[in-house]
C-alpha cells in the first residue's frame, strides 16, 4: 500500500528540516525525518513510506547510495533529491538511477512544495495502476485466443500488423466474440505492453459516472467529491485503454471523446487545467455503428476518428471448425480448476456442438462446458450432457436476424454472378463499393 501524503525528509541540516516540516505540513502532509541515510533506510524498512527527500551529499552512505538501496527494496518509492550547483552532474547521474527529481539548493518554499505535490500525485497514480494490474491479472492469464479457421487467421495477421502502430482500432462483433482478447492481444503485442491495459464497459455505467471514471475530477467538483481522483485516460498513461460497448455513450460524451481524441488532453470534472494523455484508444461495439450514425444516434466525426483500423469478429457460427479446439481448451481449463482430470467427449457430443448456432457465441460455449465439467463427475460426455437447446440443433423454424438474412442474401447473390462483384451488386442494387465493405464486415471470401 502506498501512502502519498506521509514523506520522509533526510538531510543533516536541522534548521532544514525544522522549516520542511512547517512548510509541507501546512500542505498536508505528513513529515518524517532522519538525520542521515542509515537512519533513513531504517525508517523506510519500517514501512508506510512512498514518498521520500533527501540531501545528496549525506554523512555516511550518499545520496545516491541511498537511491539506489530504496529502489531494490522497492522500484515505486519516489525520491527527490536535494542537490547543490557544483553537484547537479551527479543529481542527473541520479535521475537515470530512477530518482523522480531534484532541487537545486537553496531551495525555493513554492518549488518545493509545486515538487512535492506531483511527486505525491505520481505516487497517487502507481497505486492506481498497481491496483487496476492486481485486479486484472488472472483474466491475462486464463483467457486466450482459440482458433485455426481462415477468420481467425485474418485475425491474427491484423493483431501483428496494427500491433506495431498506435493508430486507434475499432473492433465490431456480437456479444461474446472475443472482442476484448483482440484487444489485449493488441496491446500485450504492442511496445505498450509493460503498462496498464484498462478496460472500460460503456454500457455499465450512467453517464455522470462514467465521465468522472475516464476524466477523474478535482476535488469539490460535486457533492460526493472529498478528494481529487484520476481518470483512467491518466491511469492508462502508456498503456492502452479500451471502451468496450462505445456505442451506449451519450451524445454529450460523444463529443468529450472526440475533443480528446483530437487534442489529445482533457479536463477533470470541476477542474482547470489540461491534463495531456499518451494511452492507445481500441474501441469496441456489437452494434452497427453505420446505422447508429445515420439515426443519429452516434456522432458521424467520432465514428470516423474511431474507425481508423476496423477489425471485424466473425460469430462462432461462421467458423465452426475451431469449436473442437474450444471444447479442448474449456474442458481442459474448468476441470483444472476442479482438480480433476479432463473429461473425455464422444464424437456424438461434439457433433451437436457443432450443429447448435451458439447464438452467445464463445461465451455461451464457454458457459455449456463449464456446466458439463461441473455436472459431468468424470464421465464420457455425451449429448445427454448438454443443454436441451444444444441436444435439439438449429429449428427450421429459427427466425434469422436481419445481418443474417443480408448476409445470406449477399452470398446467394455472389454465387449467382460467379464472385463477379460488379454484376453481384447489380443484382442487389447497391453500388461496389457498399458490396466490399459488406464482404469485409461478413468475413465472406470466395
Known amino acids: 500500500m502506498l501512502f502519498p501524503n506521509k514523506l520522509l525528509v533526510i538531510d543533516d541540516d536541522k534548521n532544514l528540516l525544522e522549516s520542511l516540516s512547517?512548510?509541507?505540513?501546512?500542505?498536508?502532509?505528513?513529515?518524517?525525518?532522519?538525520?542521515?541515510?542509515?537512519?533513513?533506510?531504517?525508517?523506510?524498512n519500517a514501512g508506510g513510506i512512498s514518498l521520500i527527500l533527501t540531501d545528496l551529499r549525506l554523512p555516511g552512505i550518499s545520496g545516491l547510495q541511498l537511491l539506489q538501496a530504496l529502489k531494490a527494496m522497492d522500484p515505486r518509492v519516489c525520491v527527490i533529491l536535494f542537490t547543490a550547483y557544483e553537484t547537479v552532474e551527479s543529481a542527473v547521474q541520479a535521475l537515470k538511477a530512477g530518482a523522480y527529481d531534484?532541487?537545486?539548493?537553496?531551495?525555493?518554499?513554492?518549488?518545493?512544495?509545486?515538487?512535492?505535490?506531483k511527486a505525491a500525485e505520481y505516487v497517487k497514480l502507481q497505486q492506481e495502476r498497481h491496483l487496476l494490474h492486481k485486479e486484472l491479472a488472472?483474466?491475462?492469464?486464463?483467457?486466450?485466443?482459440?482458433?485455426?479457421?481462415?477468420?481467425?487467421?485474418?485475425?491474427?495477421?491484423?493483431i501483428r500488423k496494427v500491433s506495431e502502430t498506435d493508430s486507434v482500432v475499432l473492433i465490431s462483433g456480437e456479444s461474446g466474440t472475443g472482442k476484448e482478447l483482440v484487444a489485449r492481444a493488441i496491446h500485450q503485442n504492442s511496445s505498450r505492453a509493460p503498462h496498464p491495459f484498462i478496460p472500460v464497459d460503456c454500457a455499465a455505467l450512467p453517464e455522470t459516472l462514467l465521465e468522472s471514471e475516464l476524466f477523474g475530477y478535482e476535488k469539490g467538483a460535486f457533492t460526493d467529491a472529498t478528494y481529487s481522483k484520476p481518470g483512467?485516460?491518466?491511469?492508462?498513461?502508456?498503456?492502452?485503454?479500451?471502451?468496450?460497448?462505445?456505442?451506449?455513450?451519450?451524445l454529450d460524451l460523444q463529443a468529450k471523446l472526440l475533443r480528446t481524441l483530437q487534442e489529445r488532453q482533457f479536463r477533470k470534472v470541476g477542474g482547470t487545467k489540461f491534463v495531456k494523455i499518451d494511452a492507445r484508444i481500441i474501441a469496441a461495439t456489437n452494434q452497427n455503428l453505420e446505422a447508429a450514425v445515420e439515426a443519429n444516434r452516434f456522432r458521424e466525426d467520432l465514428y470516423y476518428r474511431l474507425n481508423v483500423i476496423r477489425i471485424s469478429l466473425p460469430p462462432l457460427r461462421g467458423r465452426k471448425e475451431d469449436i473442437p479446439l474450444l471444447v479442448a481448451y474449456f474442458l481442459e481449463k474448468f476441470a483444472a480448476k476442479m482438480n480433476a482430470p479432463s473429461p473425455e467427449i464422444t464424437p456424438a457430443a461434439l457433433t451437436a456442438l457443432k450443429s447448435y448456432d451458439w447464438?452467445?457465441?464463445?461465451?455461451?460455449?464457454?458457459?455449456?462446458?463449464?456446466?458439463?465439467?461441473?455436472?459431468?463427475?468424470?464421465?464420457?460426455?455425451?449429448?445427454?450432457?448438454?443443454?436441451?437447446?444444444?441436444?435439439?440443433?438449429?429449428?427450421?423454424k429459427r427466425n434469422y436476424s436481419l445481418k443474417e438474412q443480408e448476409r445470406q442474401l449477399i452470398l446467394e447473390a455472389l454465387e449467382d454472378s460467379n464472385w463477379e462483384i460488379k454484376k453481384a451488386a447489380k443484382l442487389l442494387g447497391i453500388n461496389r463499393s457498399t458490396l466490399y465493405y459488406k464482404l469485409e464486415k461478413y468475413q465472406l471470401e470466395r
Open 22 to 44: 512547517d512548510l509541507l505540513g501546512v500542505d498536508g502532509f505528513e513529515v518524517e525525518i532522519a538525520y542521515t541515510g542509515e537512519s533513513g533506510l531504517k525508517r523506510f
Open 102 to 117: 531534484y532541487i537545486v539548493k537553496p531551495p525555493l518554499p513554492g518549488q518545493i512544495v509545486e515538487t512535492v505535490k
Open 138 to 158: 488472472p483474466f491475462s492469464e486464463e483467457k486466450k485466443l482459440i482458433g485455426q479457421s481462415l477468420p481467425m487467421q485474418r485475425i491474427y495477421a491484423l
Open 232 to 250: 483512467i485516460f491518466e491511469i492508462a498513461h502508456g498503456g492502452t485503454l479500451f471502451l468496450d460497448e462505445v456505442s451506449e455513450m451519450s
Open 359 to 396: 447464438p452467445g457465441n464463445v461465451r455461451e460455449l464457454e458457459n455449456v462446458i463449464e456446466r458439463v465439467v461441473v455436472l459431468n463427475r468424470g464421465e464420457p460426455i455425451t449429448p445427454y450432457h448438454l443443454p436441451k437447446e444444444v441436444q435439439e440443433g438449429p429449428s427450421p
